[in-house]
């Protein structure tokens, strides 16, 4: 099990799934690949891109059967393409305070509190990608946390924004107005 640096333990490898999730992985390299697995019989650009990023990284690609994949997985939901990924570090809160701080231009948080549907919180993680969000903060404890389902649903975006888990949100907008954020 890996620890996150705010202290919060994750799954040890994540079994990421989808093509957009992978996609987004590969070409941000925010955290380790250790594999992929794409189905025989799936082909087409987005594969062939997957499997061109895959080598330019030197991550090992295995064709297997469409079967293998949802043995690996427990479920067919996986667009024809699997990887065993590290799981996602959330951001340290002290690593966005000090780049809001910086001065290096505006920035734009989203906080959220009592979002627990994944539907939802992948939706906001997607809008918050094509929007330029710089952070999403929200609390440790009753909150959605970060799973391959929400990867999934985000179409891949986690990789795009970077995510806070904080013990108080009430807190971090105090802190925030401190340091004149708004």
Do not use: C
């Not at 699997?82 to 305070?97: K, Q």
């Not at 904080?166 to 907008?173: I, K, M």
Request: hydrophobic fraction near 45%; proline fraction near 4%; avoid cysteine.
């Amino acid at each position: 099990v890996k620890k996150s640096h705010n202290g919060d333990r994750d799954m040890t490898d994540e079994k990421l799934y989808g093509i957009h999730p992978i996609l987004e992985a590969l070409q941000e390299e925010r955290r380790r690949i250790e594999k992929i697995f794409i189905s025989a019989p799936r082909r087409g650009a987005e594969m062939q891109r997957i499997i061109a990023l895959a080598a330019r990284r030197g991550i090992p690609v295995v064709m297997v059967e469409r079967t293998q994949l949802q043995q690996l997985l427990g479920h067919g939901a996986h667009q024809g393409v699997a990887a065993l990924v590290e799981p996602y570090v959330y951001t340290p809160w002290t690593d966005i305070v000090a780049h809001v701080t910086a001065g290096l231009g505006p920035h734009t948080l989203l906080v959220l509190d009592g979002v627990t549907d994944v539907g939802n919180f992948a939706a906001l993680i997607r809008s918050a990608a094509a929007f330029g969000v710089h952070a999403i903060v929200l609390p440790r404890h009753a909150a959605v946390t970060l799973t391959p389902v929400v990867a999934q649903r985000s179409a891949g975006a986690i990789e795009r924004v970077a995510i806070v888990r904080v013990v108080n949100v009430v807190r971090v907008l105090d802190e925030l107005k401190q340091h004149g954020f708004w």
